[in-house]
C-alpha cells in the first residue's frame, strides 16, 4: 500500500519561502512522473509541477518561482516556492503526475498560508 507523506508547509509573509517536501513509501518509485498539486479553498485541486526524469513543467502562475526536483534514492520529492504570494495558499499534496498516471490515495497534504 502506497503512503504518501508531505511536510514543510507553515505561515509565510508574502515574498517568502518554503521548502515542502514529500515521503513516499510502499512502491516503486523511480519510474513514476510525480507532481505537486494545490488545493486552494473553495477551489478545486490542482497541479502545479511535475517531474519525469530530467523534465519538469509547471503551472503558468508558479513558472520562475517553484522548482520541483526529486531523490529516487530516497523516494522523496520536494517543491522549492520562493516569492510566495497569498494565492499560493492551500493545502499542498504530492501524487503520481495526472498527465501520466492514475493518482494513488492521497495523503494529508502540508498547509501553506501566504498571509502579512
Known amino acids: 500500500q502506497v503512503q504518501l507523506v508531505e511536510s514543510g508547509g507553515g505561515l509565510v509573509q508574502p515574498g517568502g519561502s518554503l521548502r515542502l517536501s514529500c515521503a513516499a513509501s510502499?512502491?516503486?518509485?523511480?519510474?513514476?512522473?510525480m507532481g505537486w498539486y494545490r488545493q486552494a479553498p473553495g477551489k478545486q485541486r490542482e497541479l502545479v509541477a511535475a517531474?519525469?526524469?530530467?523534465?519538469?513543467r509547471y503551472a503558468n502562475g508558479v513558472k520562475g518561482r517553484f522548482t520541483i526536483s526529486r531523490d529516487n534514492a530516497k523516494k522523496m520529492v520536494y517543491l522549492q516556492m520562493n516569492s510566495l504570494k497569498p494565492d499560493d495558499t492551500g493545502v499542498y499534496y504530492c501524487?503520481?503526475?495526472?498527465?501520466?498516471?492514475?493518482?494513488?490515495?492521497w495523503g494529508q497534504g502540508t498547509q501553506v498560508t501566504v498571509s502579512s
Open positions: 501524487n503520481r503526475d495526472s498527465l501520466q498516471h492514475t493518482q494513488w490515495a
Open positions: 510502499g512502491t516503486i518509485f523511480s519510474i513514476y512522473a
Open positions: 517531474i519525469s526524469g530530467g523534465n519538469t
